[in-house]
T-cell receptor, first 118, second 111 residues
Framework: DTGVSQNPRHKITKRGQNVTFRCDPI?????LYWYRQTLGQGPEFLTY????????KSRLLSDRFSAERPKGSFSTLEIQRTEQGDSAMYLC????????????????FGDGTRLSIL | DAKTTQPNSMESNEEEPVHLPCNHS???????IHWYRQLPSQGPEYVIH???SNVNNRMASLAIAEDRKSSTLILHRATLRDAAVYYC????????????FGAGTQVVVTP
């Protein structure tokens, strides 16, 4: 079990630049989640994939954010025209789960990408 | 969505038990109670979950009140490695299993 891998671990960029993060889930996991965490707060849900289909997006995910999961394997999260408020830890999680219904399977998290906007 | 209430922080001595309370008075009949923890500079880690009956695993025990309006996570012998933020979460059956974290309880373990 290699766990969930996220790259890069840290990203520092200037306001207005675009950034892209990558998440490699546990290989047999078909569900993938993105969360955002700011200092002192718990993670907040951003979006969810079942295989390659993006099935739910939070209202937190503005039109500057886009996530993809081509072929149902790794996923990318892109932020365009970054703003100061985008500074946070971006966490990816994956889990098993079949069908289109609720799953009680535990989520396995990566250690996140910390984004700092100058 | 049903919410949970946890104390901001708790302290424990090493090798002593830790009882972490969680109130969830608006829990629905189908909500599972999940616990995750987050060590410094790491992503959250699954600890345990349950519906109605008490549950045990290698990491902890989960005691669920009979009316399900509260639960307690029990760490039987705290170690320094158990110092983390512990989150009590209700899994919404209509939301593809997304986790809705609160602020959690910061556990401090003293040698």
């Amino acid at each position: 079990d290699t766990g969930v891998s996220q790259n890069p671990r840290h990203k520092i960029t200037k306001r207005g630049q675009n950034v892209t993060f990558r998440c490699d889930p546990i290989s047999e996991h078909n569900r993938l989640y993105w969360y955002r965490q700011t200092l002192g707060q718990g993670p907040e849900f951003l979006t969810y994939f079942q295989n390659e289909a993006q099935l739910e997006k939070s209202r937190l995910l503005s039109d500057r954010f886009s996530a993809e999961r081509p072929k149902g394997s790794f996923s990318t999260l892109e932020i365009q025209r970054t703003e100061q408020g985008d500074s946070a830890m971006y966490l990816c999680a994956s889990s098993l789960g079949s069908g289109t219904g609720y799953s009680n399977q535990p989520q396995h998290f990566g250690d996140g990408t910390r984004l700092s906007i100058l | 969505d049903a919410k949970t209430t946890q104390p901001n922080s708790m302290e424990s001595n090493e090798e002593e038990p830790v009882h972490l309370p969680c109130n969830h008075s608006t829990i629905s009949g189908t909500d599972y109670i999940h616990w995750y923890r987050q060590l410094p500079s790491q992503g959250p880690e699954y600890v345990i979950h349950g519906l109605t009956s008490n549950v045990n695993n290698r990491m902890a025990s989960l005691a669920i009140a009979e009316d399900r309006k509260s639960s307690t996570l029990i760490l039987h012998r705290a170690t320094l490695r158990d110092a983390a933020v512990y989150y009590c979460i209700l899994r919404d059956p209509d939301s593809w299993g997304k986790l809705q974290f609160g602020a959690g309880t910061q556990v401090v373990v003293t040698p």
